[in-house]
């Protein structure tokens, strides 16, 4: 048997379309999709706010570091 791969935004696609659908709730589709209910929300949010783009994988990287150096500190060479 092969294992099945499928990606972020696949996985928020179709539920959002099963949440536009109306026929499960928001504790339905997070154990269906093994996700936390917090999770639901922030997918229903982001495809509210940008549509179906919004269910792009992003990336987890910190948007600053927090021991950098600020960048007027530096001295250019």
């Not at 928020?12 to 154990?31: A, F, N, P």
């Not at 639901?40 to 792009?56: A, D, F, H, Q, S």
């Amino acid at each position: 048997m092969s294992w099945k791969e499928t990606c972020v935004m696949s996985e928020g696609v179709k539920l959002m379309t099963e949440h536009l659908e109306g026929d499960y709730g928001i504790t339905e589709l997070s154990q269906a999709y093994g996700v936390s209910r917090k999770t639901v929300y922030k997918w229903i949010g982001r495809y509210e706010k940008e549509g179906w783009l919004g269910l792009e994988d992003r990336s987890r990287a910190p948007h600053r570091h927090a021991n950098a150096v600020e960048r007027r500190l530096r001295r250019s060479f």
